[in-house]
């Protein structure tokens, strides 16, 4: 059978390249496309992707058939190029298919390149077949076209995975690129094809009866309507990609909406312009208890009723079809789910769409926990942080507001000062820390007693603390009357004498309070507090332990006082300090065997002022330090001076405050006044009281080191305050003086005379040295001697002398005796 050899239009060759890629490129859109649709759209798309893809393919084929020119006019079955083209749609269609589905595995890829080869394979052969000239093939070559097409398929589903998964700016580009690549796979599968056939010339002549065409133009018009069918493709994958993206732009909005409407801290609720709710989220479950399916379409007002909230804010205004208004804020509470009060603020923002108000959204925040450190800070700012009581701050407000009432009502109503007297003394001697426990079980027992005395004591009754030891109240409405107050001042100043347990001792103290009422002593907060603080500290000057009501006398004692401490703190510089000496006699021959160094001020108006006058002012000035490191120098320079001028070695007794006791360089203090004076220190003899031993660790520390200095320790004042036999166990105490408070009525009171003769006999038997301070007439002095007491320190003898006068009345008669012995 005669060969037909045939030729190549270039144009036409180039032009099926084209198509191919075109192609190509269109099928790695649709692949994504497909991808994102979902039901009958993905049925859509599936559809005319198919066809699309499937006629680009064809198309390509077709007009490569069409650039092999052979000798003779060819003719084609219709019938034939209809069932090539169905087989590229249906590749195509199965491609789209394996590709748009999610997942990527290599079984999908393997049965869709198989059906894509097979149906690429088919497409070409049949179409090759539709030629009504007769073709003979080259097994090797159609064996090889099968395999390019195989390559091509498996490629391009490959890329249609990759592409489908990937979002970028670049996209087109990679597309592309590929769609070149898949472009000389699919014509080089074909043109690999038509190098296996060998035309032939029919027996019947040079063709035979069909559909005659001309190639190059029937060519270019089948590109030009595959060009249209793709771009046409192209151009709908593009505008459903703008409307996709702003589609997903907008389901996206939609899902960043919801996310923060379900997972919002606050309750949401949404309504329409009726009330009625449209939605809520979990937050409102969580804080009601309530479902979504529970409260759906019912009226808010309905459920504002059925959680019963109770609005702290006028919730009248609230208007569910008035969309004007811009957001409002409400306060409300309610009750939780397991009976908790719950706080609220409620805003209610308006949803306009379009300009229109179409409801509301009702945002509900829990502040509680915001509430509760809101009054945390407050209480904190207002109350003691140690009793809790109120503080000064808080007093101001709760003073001016009983002001503001009382005067409107014509009432009265009083404030007490109250100061704990020798508290400095504990928090001294025991520490800061047993202090605030002390403060604490003082604050406890003044609570106690107003409870006592008013069964509806806080509303009538403010106790403030107002810094150390002093404390405040405001007595209101009708206890605030003279009479109630009195007796409430009672109540409290015997609690406070009660013992007190600290470190396994028993400690007593007592308390003055001066009271001013309103309005007699002052119509305004200030002048009421400066009324009553001058009336406690008169309580104080006369000897503590009770209460006093303020009088206009107290003012001009107030300024007395305050007019002596400004003179009082330029008297060492004036040199207006003098030492006074009271002679310590022996009872068997009446000889003096010692002094007590007693302070005196020669006040420049006054006159010879004694110690208990301005010894208080000094130590709650803190000037007691510079007045006892003079005390103890002078006394230790002028026994040196009677002992160089030929007087009798005796000791010089002075006495230490609790300050003074306390401060952390005494010992340097005493070893520097003797140092300077040149006394030896067996005759340096130191009084203490017993309240500065209370701490033992730190009094017996103190103690030792002044004993192995070479002072003796004098106790003072034993048996009135916190005696305790262990002390004289524990301390180095060369002496005890008996008070004069127990000598005073010794002739009379029998139980003075018990325990002054137990304390003498006491002493004696612990070897120590016991003198009697005090006494005035020979009936005392009688009774000391027949209980063997053999020192003695009072008036009886002798008065406190300036130094000049000891030496003449005690000195001068020594002398004397001596010269004429």
Same mark, same amino acid.
């Given at each position: 059978m005669e060969h037909l050899h045939g030729t190549y239009n270039i144009e036409l060759v180039v032009l099926s390249y084209i198509i191919a890629v075109l192609s190509s490129y269109v099928a790695l859109d649709l692949a994504g496309r497909v991808s994102l649709a979902r039901?009958?759209?993905?049925?859509?798309?599936?559809?005319?992707?198919?066809?699309?893809?499937?006629?680009?393919?064809?198309?390509?084929?077709?007009?490569?058939?069409?650039?092999?020119?052979?000798?003779?006019?060819v003719s084609y079955s219709l019938g034939k190029v209809v069932l090539s083209v169905l087989f590229a749609v249906v590749a195509s269609g199965v491609a789209l298919h394996i590709a748009g589905r999610k997942g990527g595995h290599v079984k999908q890829i393997a049965i869709a390149g198989l059906s894509m080869t097979?149906?690429?394979?088919?497409?070409?052969?049949?179409?090759?077949?539709?030629?009504?000239?007769?073709?003979?093939?080259?097994?090797?070559?159609?064996?090889?076209?099968?395999?390019? $097409? =195989? $390559?091509?398929?498996?490629?391009?589903?490959?890329?249609?995975?990759?592409?489908?998964?990937?979002?970028?700016?670049?996209?087109?580009?990679?597309?592309?690129?590929?769609?070149?690549?898949?472009?000389?796979?699919?014509t080089g599968m074909h043109y690999t094809g038509m190098s296996a056939a060998h035309f032939h010339v029919s027996e019947g002549g040079m063709g035979v009866p069909g559909l005659r065409i001309e190639p190059l133009f029937l060519g270019y018009t089948i590109a030009i309507g595959t060009f249209i069918t793709l771009g046409l493709a192209l151009s709908g994958i593009i505008i459903n990609q703008r409307f996709s993206q702003k589609d997903r732009r907008l389901q996206e909005n939609e899902q960043w909406y919801q996310a923060l409407y379900d997972n919002h801290a606050d309750a949401i609720i949404s309504v329409d312009c009726e009330g009625y709710i449209k939605g809520i989220n979990s937050a409102v479950t969580r804080i009601t208890g309530y479902l979504e399916k529970d409260v759906i379409h019912c009226s808010i007002d309905e459920i504002v009723e059925r959680i019963d909230i109770h609005w702290t804010s006028d919730p009248a205004d609230i208007s569910w079809e008035d969309g004007t208004r811009s957001q409002e804020y409400y306060t409300a509470t309610m009750k939780g789910l397991h009976g908790q009060l719950i706080d609220l603020h409620i805003t209610v923002v308006p949803v306009l769409i379009e300009g229109s108000h179409v409801g509301s959204h009702i945002l509900i925040k829990d502040v509680t926990k915001e509430k509760q450190a809101?009054?945390?800070?407050?209480?904190?700012?207002?109350?003691?942080?140690?009793?809790?009581?109120?503080?000064?701050?808080?007093?101001?407000?709760?003073?001016?507001? =009983?002001?503001?009432?009382?005067?409107?009502?014509?009432?009265?109503? =009083?404030?007490?000062?109250?100061?704990?007297?020798?508290?400095?003394?504990?928090?001294?001697?025991?520490?800061?820390?047993?202090?605030?426990?002390?403060?604490?079980?003082?604050?406890?027992?003044?609570?106690?007693?107003?409870?006592?005395?008013?069964s509806d004591a806080m509303e009538n009754v403010m106790l403030a603390r107002m810094g150390g030891d002093e404390f405040t109240l405001v007595v209101k409405n009708e206890q605030g009357h003279a009479d109630r107050v009195q007796e409430l001042a009672k109540r409290i100043v015997r609690a406070i004498q009660l013992p007190y347990r600290l470190k396994d001792n028993d400690f007593y103290v007592t308390t003055s309070i001066g009271i001013a009422m309103f309005p007699e002593h002052g119509t305004e907060a200030d002048m009421l507090l400066k009324h009553a603080d001058t009336s406690m500290y008169e309580v104080k000057k006369n000897g503590k332990n009770g209460y006093k009501f303020y009088s206009a006398e107290l003012d001009s004692a107030l300024y007395e006082r305050i007019e002596l401490e400004g003179y009082l703190r330029k008297a060492l510089e004036r040199d207006e300090m003098v030492l006074y000496y009271q002679p310590q006699i022996r009872t068997s021959d009446r000889r003096m065997i010692g002094v007590e160094a007693l302070i005196r001020w020669k006040h420049p108006q006054k006159g010879i002022l004694t110690p208990d006058v301005f010894i208080p002012i000094a130590e709650e000035t803190g +000037?007691?330090?510079?007045?006892?490191?003079?005390?103890?120098?002078?006394?230790?320079?002028?026994?040196?001076?009677?002992?160089?001028?030929?007087?009798?070695?005796?000791?010089?007794?002075?006495?230490?405050?609790?300050?003074?006791?306390?401060?952390?360089?005494?010992?340097?203090?005493?070893?520097?006044?003797?140092?300077?004076?040149?006394?030896?220190?067996?005759?340096?003899?130191?009084?203490?009281?017993?309240?500065?031993? +209370?701490?033992a660790s730190v009094s017996t520390s103190i103690l030792n080191e002044l004993s192995a200095l070479g002072v003796k320790i004098s106790l003072d004042d034993f048996g009135t305050g916190y005696s305790s036999l262990s002390y004289l166990k524990q301390y180095p105490i060369n002496k005890l003086k008996i008070d004069r408070s127990f000598v005073t009525d010794i002739t009379e009171n029998v139980s003075d005379q018990a325990i002054v003769a137990t304390i003498i006999s006491m002493a004696q038997h612990l070897n120590?040295?016991?003198?009697?301070?005090?006494?005035?007439?020979?009936?005392?002095?009688?009774f000391l001697m027949q209980n063997d007491c053999r020192e003695i320190q009072g008036y009886y003898f002798s008065r406190p002398l300036p130094a000049s006068e000891v030496e003449n009345d005690f000195f001068m008669p020594l002398r004397q005796h001596f010269s004429k012995a």
């Open positions: 039901g009958t759209s993905r049925k859509v798309w599936l559809g005319c992707g198919a066809m699309a893809m499937g006629l680009g393919i064809w198309s390509m084929h077709f007009v490569g058939m069409l650039a092999f020119v052979l000798p003779n006019h097979i149906g690429i394979s088919c497409m070409h052969y049949v179409g090759m077949a539709a030629m009504s000239v007769p073709v003979s093939y080259e097994p090797a070559k159609v064996w090889l076209s099968i395999l390019i $097409a =195989a $390559a091509a398929s498996f490629t391009a589903l490959w890329l249609m995975f990759i592409f489908r998964q990937r979002h970028s700016k670049r996209l087109w580009m990679y597309k592309l690129g590929s769609g070149l690549i898949m472009g000389l796979g699919i809101q009054e945390h800070i407050r209480h904190q700012a207002l109350h003691d942080p140690l009793t809790g009581l109120p503080n000064r701050r808080k007093l101001d407000e709760v003073l001016e507001e =009983a002001i503001a009432t009382h005067k409107a009502a014509g009432e009265t109503f =009083a404030v007490m000062v109250m100061d704990i007297d020798r508290f400095k003394m504990i928090n001294d001697s025991l520490g800061h820390s047993i202090g605030d426990i002390f403060l604490k079980d003082v604050s406890a027992r003044i609570v106690g007693a107003i409870q006592a005395f008013d +000037m007691i330090y510079d007045i006892g490191n003079w005390t103890l120098r002078e006394a230790c320079k002028q026994m040196k001076r009677w002992h160089a001028s030929g007087g009798p070695l005796i000791p010089v007794s002075v006495n230490l405050s609790s300050q003074q006791f306390h401060q952390a360089n005494l010992l340097e203090l005493v070893k520097n006044a003797l140092e300077d004076s040149g006394l030896e220190a067996r005759y340096l003899e130191l009084e203490i009281t017993e309240s500065m031993m +209370m701490d120590m040295e016991v003198i009697a301070e005090g006494i005035e007439t020979k009936g005392q002095l009688d």
